[in-house]
């Protein structure tokens, strides 16, 4: 086989056997540690993937503290996540916080309701609520201007219009006096509250 | 196309011809042992390198915690999803939902909802807001009185049970978690767009922000914490469902179980774990 | 369907195809250097000895085309960076995983080929001194003795090679094929038959090129063209055309005939969209004329001038029609949106990293090295070996 004849095949042999080692070495050295570890993946693409930063408030969020909303919400709309009419409420969440952190037990927190509340609910109560094809026909929709005319609203030219009839946390109740839904909300936005909360599903487009 | 089917929380998707119960099991090692064989073989040599691929997989009893919030053991959690597009009122707040938590940029999509609309004359047109917040009520009105009837259809990866993307990924970039739940490495992606061609649903892009395959992963991240998807939970009319298929006391098991469930493209065998109330022929 | 629907495509479809012009490129190079190593292994193995002018131009066209054949690749890649993980981590469950290895073996396999086809010239231009011979040195490998006995053993690997390199060679382009054909998601692609096109085609657009090459090297280096070695090219190109065009068809009819479900969006795409590049520039122009200017031109009659100008025109329409069909199968078959209900929108980019200016950057570059090695090597020297 070896010979001086056969020198430069072997040389040729060499040459690539040594390529060959390279390549393996340099793979070895890339390989991630985790790879293969459950899988041809690797793994700590999992630990990666879970603990990526959960962003938009969730109805869990939500529900730590107004677990009692719960209850309060018609039948109807209690599949209506908070965050559709109200926001994200970020910042009414971190205010929470830090006043929470900074009362003494038994004191009544009160946290930073702003931009908490919707100043033109027209457009979010219509954004689930127009008529439109490809609605289902038991889903309730109203043509706005035939709406208005059919039941005749104190103040038809108002944003919160809606609620001149409706509670929107219940729909089927009628709007009693005494509590006045109406106005509360109103007073307790602040202009700057408008756009976020004209934006109406999942809270503020971006 | 129904041949899915939800009998004793076992998953039976698809599955007519073998026995109903354990199969993904019994079909899943069997591949596993094909496909060690071949390993073996090839890379027999490499072992011996002492190059740190292909060990020994653990397979350790975890505790999972399931879309419930309720912690399972004992048996295995396998994730699912179902869409009734019966109660889906194209408010496209899932979208919207997905695009911020997912930061997915403009004109890519994890999700989308199409609308298809039977009119009278005999033609069915098909549409997508994909652009403002997504809702429908942005697009041109159509006249209720030229069509038999229309519905909307969310779409979204179908994190199938036989995935063709994971099978052409060249470089494991995208894989399945022991839940089923089909993720890409966006570290390990090469960025080939293999997987964007393979897959036959239009789920997977190039995200042109990390120049890698993206897709559409449940929200991992919020459902390894017990949380729902974003999709699912901002979902107003309870469209969405998302649980542990495995177990026959989750709430997408029941759903499953009590109606007739369609998957997509079901003649092309992946088996999606994303299933359909009230789809028609026309729906691909 | 009970009912015809009308345009829609999927969200993710509307910024267009996934895999540009540098997919388009890709198969088309490999498909150059399997080609062009058919006309090398019909010399060395099958004993086509009327080939011997181009023999060992073949083997270097091949070579040159072969070292290229990445370079789409890479500037496809969105993560160039991490294109060795194919090799450090390949998925075998994936059609393209094995690319690395058989790219890497047919390289390998090539380059030891022409370092020992060439070995007696290399060694004879290694003995003087300069940088020139420098570079033979390292050719030779440093062994600068020749005896009888080395040339034997030498013509031996030659032989083995070579016959090696055919089924590598339809490995390397049969595989190019089931990374397309191999994708159920894509009724355009989805069929067993797309691997034995692409070879086809592959082998066509090989010697079709060899054909141009050997016509233009001769008459810048004002040497007469041999007909007997010219007429047998143009005799295989024109069979393996018909090869390749009656699969092509066949594919097609066998679609339209059975006219399933997807048929309704494929005539579409074949009519419409692919009108141009595939019934025109694939079919008439690429197939339909070479098909007749070949068979006359390899006919006895022809004279030899006659010849060098049909083979010459034939060969450059088949290696237009091979890009064409390059393009109808990568491009024409993205346009299919997964919906089945519309096509996606094909803009050809110019500039950029995928843009054309840069694969026909990419396109002349085993051009210039083929040019370097012919300046290299002898590569119109009749090989005095006999297998």
Redesign the interface.
């Known amino acids: 086989m070896f010979s001086?004849?056969?020198?430069?095949?072997w040389?040729?042999a060499g040459?690539?056997a040594l390529v060959g080692v390279g390549?393996?070495t340099?793979?070895?050295l890339?390989?991630?540690?985790s790879?293969?570890?459950?899988?041809?993946?690797?793994?700590a693409?999992?630990q990666?993937?879970?603990?990526?930063?959960?962003?938009?408030t969730?109805?869990?969020d939500c529900a730590a503290c107004h677990e009692t909303l719960k209850h309060e919400m018609g039948k109807s709309h209690a599949?209506?996540?908070c965050?559709?009419c109200h926001g994200e409420g970020k910042d009414h969440m971190t205010a929470c916080k830090t006043a929470k952190a900074a009362a003494k037990p038994g004191d009544k927190v009160s946290c930073d309701k702003t931009n908490l509340m919707p100043t033109d609910i027209k457009s979010i109560c219509?954004?689930?609520h127009?008529?439109?094809?490809?609605?289902?026909t038991k889903?309730p929709q109203i043509n706005f201007p035939e709406h208005m005319k059919d039941n005749d609203p104190k103040d038809p030219k108002s944003p919160m219009v809606c609620m001149q009839c409706h509670v929107p946390h219940d729909p089927s109740e009628e709007p009693s006096d005494d509590k006045d839904d109406e106005a509360k909300p109103a007073e307790a936005a602040t202009p700057t509250a408008a756009p976020a909360a004209a934006?109406?599903?999942?809270g503020?487009?971006? | 196309m129904s041949c899915c089917d939800n009998k004793g929380g076992k998953d039976t998707c698809c599955e007519t011809k073998e026995a109903p119960v354990g199969l993904l099991d019994a079909n899943e090692s069997r591949r596993e042992f094909i496909w060690d064989a071949v390993k073996n073989f090839t890379f027999g040599a490499l072992t011996l390198t002492a190059i740190p691929i292909f060990v020994e997989k653990a397979d350790a009893e975890e505790v999972h915690t399931n879309s419930d919030g309720k912690e399972v053991k004992g048996h295995t959690v396998l994730f699912g999803y179902l869409v009734d597009t019966t109660k889906c009122i194209g408010c496209g707040g899932c979208m919207l939902a997905c695009k911020k938590e997912n930061d997915v940029p403009d004109g890519e999509f994890r999700t989308w909802v199409e609308r298809y609309v039977y009119y009278k004359d005999g033609s069915v047109r098909v549409d997508a807001n994909t652009k403002g917040t997504f809702a429908f009520t942005e697009l041109p009105p159509i006249d209720p009185k030229e069509v038999d009837k229309a519905f909307f259809v969310p779409k979204l990866c179908n994190h199938c049970l036989d995935t063709p993307c994971i099978q052409v990924c060249p470089v494991g970039a995208s894989y399945k978690t022991k839940e089923g739940v089909v993720l890409v490495d966006y570290e390990q992606c090469i960025g080939c767009a293999y997987c964007v061609q393979a897959c036959p649903f239009g789920t997977r892009f190039i995200n042109t922000k990390t120049n890698t395959a993206d897709k559409c992963t449940w929200c991992y991240h919020r459902i390894q914490h017990g949380e729902k998807p974003a999709c699912v939970d901002v979902c107003p009319t309870g469209t969405r469902t998302f649980g542990d298929i495995n177990d026959p006391e989750s709430e997408i098991s029941k759903t499953l179980a009590a109606n007739r469930i369609d998957v997509l493209k079901s003649y092309l065998g992946t088996r999606p774990k994303t299933r359909y109330i009230g789809l028609t022929a026309e729906v691909v | 369907m009970t009912h015809q629907a009308a345009e829609f495509i999927f969200p993710n479809d509307m910024s267009g195809v996934a895999w540009t012009v540098m997919i388009v490129l890709y198969p088309y190079i490999t498909g150059l250097v399997a080609g062009a190593f058919v006309v090398a292994a019909l010399y060395h193995v099958f004993g086509r000895k009327e080939l011997a002018p181009v023999a060992r131009f073949a083997l270097a066209a091949s070579f040159s085309f072969c070292a290229f054949a990445t370079l789409p690749l890479l500037l496809h890649l969105h993560q160039p960076q991490r294109a060795f993980f194919i090799m450090f981590m390949p998925n075998f469950t994936s059609a393209m995983a094995g690319f690395g290895f058989i790219y890497s073996f047919y390289l390998t396999l090539l380059a030891v080929e022409i370092l020992l086809v060439f070995r007696s010239d290399i060694v004879a231009m290694a003995a003087g001194t300069g940088i020139k011979s420098l570079l033979y040195k390292v050719l030779s490998l440093g062994v600068l003795r020749e005896t009888a006995k080395s040339k034997q053993i030498d013509a031996k690997w030659i032989h083995a090679l070579s016959v090696i390199g055919i089924p590598a060679a339809c490995v390397l382009h049969g595989y190019v094929g089931f990374i397309f054909g191999g994708i159920k998601a894509n009724p355009w692609w989805s069929t067993a038959l797309m691997p034995v096109i692409f070879l086809a085609s592959a082998i066509v657009s090989g010697i079709a090129m060899l054909i141009v090459l050997y016509v233009v090297y001769s008459k810048v280096r004002g040497v007469k063209v041999d007909d007997e070695c010219l007429r047998s090219m143009m005799k295989t190109l024109w069979l393996f055309l018909i090869l390749a065009v009656t699969l092509e068809s066949l594919e097609l009819l066998n679609m339209a005939y059975e006219a399933g479900e997807e048929w309704h969006i494929l005539s579409r795409l074949v009519t419409e969209k692919l009108r141009f590049t595939f019934l025109y520039v694939q079919l008439i122009i690429g197939s339909a004329i070479p098909f007749v200017l070949l068979l006359i031109g390899w006919m006895k009659k022809t004279s030899p001038r006659t010849r060098i100008t049909l083979g010459t025109i034939s060969g450059l329409l088949v290696l237009v029609q091979v890009l064409a069909m390059r393009f109808n199968v990568v491009i024409g078959g993205q346009m299919l949106s997964k919906s089945f209900r519309g096509f996606v929108q094909y803009v050809p980019e110019w500039y950029g990293r995928e843009g054309i200016l840069v694969a026909m950057g990419v396109f002349t570059l085993p051009f210039i090295l083929l040019i370097a090695v012919t300046q290299i090597l002898p590569v119109w020297k009749i090989d005095a070996h006999d297998h």
């Open positions: 001086r004849d056969t020198l430069h095949l040389i040729l040459a690539l390549f393996f340099v793979r070895g890339t390989i991630p540690p790879f293969g570890q459950f899988g041809h993946y690797r793994g693409a999992l990666t993937a879970t603990d990526k930063e959960r962003k938009l969730t109805r869990g599949a209506v996540h965050i559709e219509l954004h689930c127009q008529q439109m094809v490809g609605r289902a889903h934006t109406p599903a999942a503020g487009a971006e």
